[in-house]
C-alpha cells in the first residue's frame, strides 16, 4: 500500500524520522516525503517561459510546433507521422505535471542502492543528524545544511574532528522538513534516502528563500556525502579507483567460470575510493564511469535551444534533442552501479562477477552483503529488488540490451511500472524546456548596451550565438583549451554501441511481449559533434558550447568549475583588478563553504592575469589535481593586454550577468 502524505502524515513521518524506535508501529506502512512544492514557492512564476507551447510535438528529436501540427493532422501522413507509434510525444499539461512532479519525487527505487548498499545514512552523517540540523533551522531556508559531527571520523585519510561543522551544501526550504531534492521512505518498517533530480538542479534563493528551479545546486557536497556512507566503495567507477589492481582481501566469491578467487581487500579500497569522493569540489558531480576521477560543475536545467547536452555533447540523440538522453543518465549509470555490471567487461575490463562482487562485499544492509563462497550474479539475482530488470533501479531494457548506444548508454532506460515507456523523462524534458533562469536584478541598461557591444567585439558571439547564447555546437579539447581530462572520458562508450532504437513512447511497462521497436534517428546533430563528443576519430575529445543564460545563478564557471572567485577576491588599483585576497581565488573556496562571485569569478574568466592567480590556486589544491580540476583553457580575454579597458571589462560582465528571462539585447 503507498499512501500519499497529507499535513498529518508528514507530521507522523517527521516523528519517525526523529525517532526511529517508533518505526515498528508502522511496519507496514509505506509513506514518502515530501511531495513536489507547490509552483508559488518558486520563482518559476515570476520568469518569463520558453516559447515552447502546449500542442508542440517532439518526433524523436525532430520539433514540431502547434502551428505545423495543426497544418499535418487532417491528412493521413500528418496524423502518422504525430502518431506515438512513429515516436511523437505531444506536449501536454498533463506531461509537464508528471515531468515536475518526477523531477522533484521520483527515485525510481534509488533509495535502496543509496541505503542498502552504499549505506548513506549509516555513516557519521545520518537521518538523525540530518533531522537534527533541520529542526534547529526553525524553519528558515539555508543554502548550506551544516551537520555537526559528534565524534572523530577518519575518511579516506583525512580526520575530521568531532564539533566539527561539515558543510552538505545541501539546500533546505522554508519549513521543509528534509533537504531539497532528497526523498526519505519509510518501507515495510525500513528507513530509507533517495535522491531526485532536485538535490543537484535546483536550489534555494539565499535572498528569498523561493525555489530557484533548474539553477545549479553551486555547493551540493556530493563527494562528501557519498564518502562518508560506509560502502562509498560501490561507486568506485566514478573514480580514479580501480579496485582489481589493489591487494586481495580474505572475501571468498565464485568467477563465471565457477572457480574460487578473492575479492580485492574492503577497507583498503574503500579508503582509496574515499579519498578520491572527497577531492570532488562541492557543486560537482563525475558522470562518466570510467575509471577516472572527472567530476564536472553541475549544469543549469536551462535546456530549451541548448541541445546538445552533458559536458561533452553526448546527449545529442532522441527525444527533445537529447535531453531525455541525459535525464536517463542521471537515473541510471549516477546512482545505480549495479546497471553497469553487464558491460563492466568491456568498458573497464573487470568481469561481472569481480565487479559485482566489489560493490557488494561491504554493502550497508546485512541482507545486500554478499556471501562468502557465492556467486555475486546469482547472490544479486536473488536480492534484486527489481527482479527481471538488469540493476536495482526501475527500468527498461532497450533493444540491444546489454549493449547501450548513443540514445541510451548503458542500455537501461529507467521507468517507473505502470507508466508508459519513457514517459516520465519526456515528461521532464518537456518541463525543463520550460523554464527560464529568474530576472537579473540590473538596472543599468546603458552599461548592460555596452556590454553587448563588447561581447560582439570579442568574438563571443562566434560560439556563443543567438536568442539562447549557443551555437550548439561541439569544439575540440585542443581548440578551446581546457582540460583535457573529460573531453575523452567517454571514448570507451562509442567501441560499445549498437545502432540506436526504443520504444514507442505508447508502450506500457512492464514491456508487452514483441513490443514495436523504432530506429533513433542521429542526423539531428552533426556527425562531427558526435565523434568529438566520443573522442572518436579525435583522441582528444571536445567540450558543447554552453548556453550563457542564467550565468548570474550558475557561477563557477567552465564545465571543471574551475573559475571561482570569492567576493572579495579583487580590488581595484587604477584602471585594473589585482589580486587582494589570496584565500578567495579558485575552487577550494568551495570546500570552505564559500560560495563563488559571480562577477569576480566573471572577471577572472575573462583577464589572464587573475586567470593565471586562479589557475595556480587551484593547481597549488592536491584535492583539486586528483579531481582534475585547474580552470584552464576558454582563451578569450577581455582585459589591458587585449587593448580593452576595465570600463570595457566591467560592461561586459553587466551584459553577461543579465542574460536572464529575457535578455535586454541579443547580439
Given at each position: 500500500m503507498r499512501v500519499r502524505p497529507g499535513i498529518w502524515l508528514v507530521t507522523l513521518l517527521s516523528a519517525v524520522v526523529i525517532s526511529e524506535g517508533l518505526l515498528y508501529f508502522f511496519f507496514f506502512a509505506d509513506l514518502a516525503i515530501p511531495e513536489a512544492p507547490w509552483i508559488g514557492r518558486t520563482l518559476t512564476p515570476k520568469t518569463k517561459g520558453t516559447p515552447q507551447e502546449i500542442g508542440d510535438y517532439d518526433v524523436l528529436g525532430r520539433t514540431v510546433s502547434k502551428a505545423e501540427a495543426d497544418e499535418l493532422a487532417p491528412t493521413s501522413d500528418g496524423r502518422r507521422y504525430l502518431a506515438p507509434e512513429n515516436g511523437?510525444?505531444?506536449?501536454?499539461?498533463?506531461?509537464?505535471?508528471?515531468?515536475?512532479?518526477?523531477?522533484?519525487?521520483?527515485?525510481?527505487?534509488?533509495?535502496?542502492?543509496?541505503?542498502?548498499?552504499?549505506?548513506?545514512?549509516?555513516?557519521?552523517?545520518?537521518?538523525?543528524?540530518?533531522?537534527?540540523?533541520?529542526?534547529?533551522?526553525?524553519?528558515k531556508p539555508t543554502t548550506n545544511l551544516q551537520v555537526r559531527l559528534d565524534r572523530d571520523v577518519t575518511i579516506g585519510g583525512r580526520t575530521f574532528r568531532r564539533g566539527t561543522w561539515v558543510n552538505t551544501g545541501l539546500d533546505v526550504p522554508p519549513g521543509a522538513l528534509v533537504p531539497l531534492g532528497m526523498r526519505v521512505f519509510l518501507q515495510q518498517g525500513r528507513l530509507r534516502v533517495g535522491m531526485t533530480c532536485a538535490a543537484c538542479h535546483a536550489?534555494?534563493?539565499?535572498?528569498?528563500?523561493?525555489?530557484?528551479?533548474?539553477?545549479?545546486?553551486?555547493?551540493?557536497?556530493?563527494?562528501?556525502?557519498?564518502?562518508?556512507?560506509?560502502?562509498?566503495?560501490?561507486?568506485?567507477?566514478?573514480?580514479?579507483?580501480?579496485?582489481?589492481?589493489?591487494?586481495?582481501?580474505?572475501?571468498?566469491?565464485?568467477?563465471?567460470?565457477?572457480?574460487?578467487?578473492?575479492?580485492?581487500?574492503?577497507?583498503?579500497?574503500?579508503?582509496?575510493?574515499?579519498?578520491?569522493?572527497?577531492?570532488?569540489?562541492?557543486?560537482?558531480?563525475?558522470?562518466?564511469?570510467?575509471?577516472?576521477?572527472?567530476?564536472t560543475q553541475i549544469p543549469t536545467s536551462y535546456t530549451f535551444g541548448a541541445w546538445p547536452y552533458g559536458w561533452s555533447g553526448f546527449a545529442s540523440t532522441g527525444w527533445f534533442h537529447g535531453l531525455t538522453t541525459l535525464n536517463a543518465n542521471?537515473?541510471?549509470?549516477?546512482?545505480?552501479?549495479?546497471?553497469?555490471?553487464?558491460?563492466?567487461?568491456?568498458?573497464?575490463?573487470?568481469?561481472?562477477?569481480?565487479?559485482?562482487?566489489?560493490?557488494?562485499?561491504?554493502?550497508?544492509?546485512?541482507?545486500?552483503?554478499?556471501?562468502?563462497?557465492?556467486?555475486?550474479?546469482?547472490?544479486?539475482?536473488?536480492?534484486?529488488?527489481?527482479?527481471?530488470?538488469?540493476?536495482?533501479?526501475?527500468?527498461?531494457?532497450?533493444?540491444?540490451?546489454?549493449?547501450?548506444?548513443?540514445?541510451i548508454l548503458d542500455g537501461l532506460m529507467p521507468n517507473t511500472p505502470g507508466l508508459p515507456v519513457a514517459a516520465q523523462l519526456n515528461g521532464m524534458s518537456a518541463w525543463q524546456n520550460t523554464l527560464s533562469p529568474p530576472p537579473s536584478q540590473s538596472d543599468d541598461s546603458v552599461a548592460i548596451r555596452r556590454g553587448a557591444q563588447i561581447f560582439s567585439k570579442a568574438g563571443c558571439g562566434n560560439c556563443h550565438a543567438g536568442r539562447y547564447f549557443t551555437s550548439n555546437?561541439?569544439?575540440?579539447?585542443?581548440?578551446?583549451?581546457?582540460?583535457?581530462?573529460?573531453?575523452?572520458?567517454?571514448?570507451?562508450?562509442?567501441?560499445?554501441?549498437?545502432?540506436?532504437?526504443?520504444?514507442?513512447?505508447?508502450?506500457?511497462?512492464?514491456?508487452?511481449?514483441?513490443?514495436?521497436?523504432?530506429?533513433?534517428?542521429?542526423?539531428?546533430?552533426?556527425?562531427?559533434?558526435?565523434?568529438l563528443a566520443y573522442a572518436r576519430d579525435n583522441p582528444a575529445g571536445g567540450y558543447?558550447?554552453?548556453?550563457?543564460?542564467?550565468?548570474?545563478?550558475?557561477?563557477?564557471?567552465?564545465?571543471?568549475?574551475?573559475?571561482?572567485?570569492?567576493?572579495?577576491?579583487?580590488?581595484?588599483?587604477?584602471?585594473?583588478?589585482?589580486?587582494?585576497?589570496?584565500?578567495?581565488?579558485?575552487?577550494?573556496?568551495?570546500?570552505?563553504?564559500?560560495?563563488?562571485?559571480?562577477?569576480?569569478?566573471?572577471?577572472?574568466?575573462?583577464?589572464?592575469?587573475?586567470?593565471?592567480?586562479?589557475?595556480?590556486?587551484?593547481?597549488?589544491?592536491?584535492?583539486?589535481?586528483?579531481?582534475?580540476?585547474?580552470?584552464?583553457?576558454?582563451?578569450?580575454?577581455?582585459?589591458?593586454?587585449?587593448?580593452?579597458?576595465?570600463q570595457d571589462q566591467d560592461d561586459l560582465i553587466a551584459f553577461l550577468l543579465s542574460l536572464d528571462d529575457e535578455p535586454i539585447i541579443v547580439p
Open positions: 511523437a510525444v505531444k506536449i501536454t499539461q498533463d506531461l509537464l505535471d508528471l515531468g515536475r512532479r518526477a523531477f522533484y519525487e521520483e527515485t525510481y527505487g534509488n533509495e535502496v542502492f543509496l541505503t542498502d548498499v552504499v549505506g548513506v545514512i549509516d555513516g557519521p552523517i545520518n537521518i538523525s543528524k540530518l533531522t537534527k540540523a533541520v529542526t534547529a533551522l526553525g524553519g536550489a534555494v534563493d539565499p535572498d528569498t528563500g523561493a525555489i530557484i528551479e533548474g539553477a545549479p545546486n553551486a555547493d551540493v557536497n556530493a563527494g562528501l556525502l557519498l564518502a562518508f556512507a560506509t560502502n562509498s566503495a560501490a561507486f568506485f567507477r566514478q573514480t580514479g579507483i580501480n579496485p582489481t589492481r589493489f591487494p586481495a582481501g580474505d572475501h571468498i566469491y565464485l568467477k563465471a567460470d565457477g572457480r574460487e578467487a578473492r575479492l580485492p581487500d574492503p577497507i583498503a579500497v574503500e579508503d582509496a575510493v574515499d579519498a578520491a569522493l572527497l577531492a570532488w569540489p562541492p557543486g560537482n558531480f563525475d558522470s562518466t564511469g570510467d575509471l577516472q576521477n572527472n567530476p542521471v537515473h541510471g549509470t549516477n546512482s545505480d552501479m549495479t546497471t553497469g555490471a553487464d558491460s563492466s567487461e568491456d568498458l573497464l575490463g573487470i568481469d561481472k562477477e569481480t565487479y559485482l562482487g566489489i560493490i557488494l562485499q561491504r554493502s550497508a544492509n546485512e541482507d545486500f552483503r554478499l556471501s562468502e563462497g557465492e556467486r555475486p550474479s546469482l547472490f544479486f539475482k536473488r536480492v534484486d529488488p527489481t527482479p527481471g530488470t538488469p540493476g536495482m533501479n526501475q527500468a527498461v531494457s532497450m533493444p540491444g540490451y546489454p549493449k547501450g548506444s548513443i540514445f555546437r561541439v569544439i575540440a579539447q585542443p581548440d578551446i583549451g581546457t582540460h583535457p581530462s573529460r573531453a575523452k572520458a567517454l571514448a570507451a562508450f562509442w567501441w560499445t554501441f549498437v545502432p540506436p532504437e526504443t520504444y514507442p513512447a505508447n508502450v506500457p511497462v512492464p514491456l508487452p511481449p514483441g513490443p514495436n521497436v523504432l530506429p533513433v534517428p542521429t542526423d539531428i546533430t552533426a556527425a562531427e559533434d558526435r565523434r558543447k558550447v554552453p548556453s550563457l543564460l542564467g550565468l548570474r545563478v550558475s557561477a563557477p564557471y567552465l564545465h571543471d568549475g574551475g573559475v571561482a572567485a570569492g567576493p572579495e577576491a579583487f580590488r581595484r588599483e587604477g584602471e585594473r583588478r589585482v589580486v587582494a585576497k589570496q584565500n578567495q581565488l579558485g575552487t577550494s573556496i568551495l570546500f570552505r563553504g564559500m560560495l563563488p562571485d559571480p562577477g569576480n569569478s566573471l572577471r577572472a574568466f575573462l583577464d589572464r592575469d587573475l586567470r593565471a592567480s586562479v589557475i595556480a590556486a587551484n593547481r597549488a589544491d592536491p584535492r583539486l589535481q586528483k579531481a582534475n580540476v585547474d580552470g584552464s583553457g576558454h582563451h578569450v580575454w577581455v582585459d589591458r593586454a587585449g587593448g580593452y579597458s576595465l
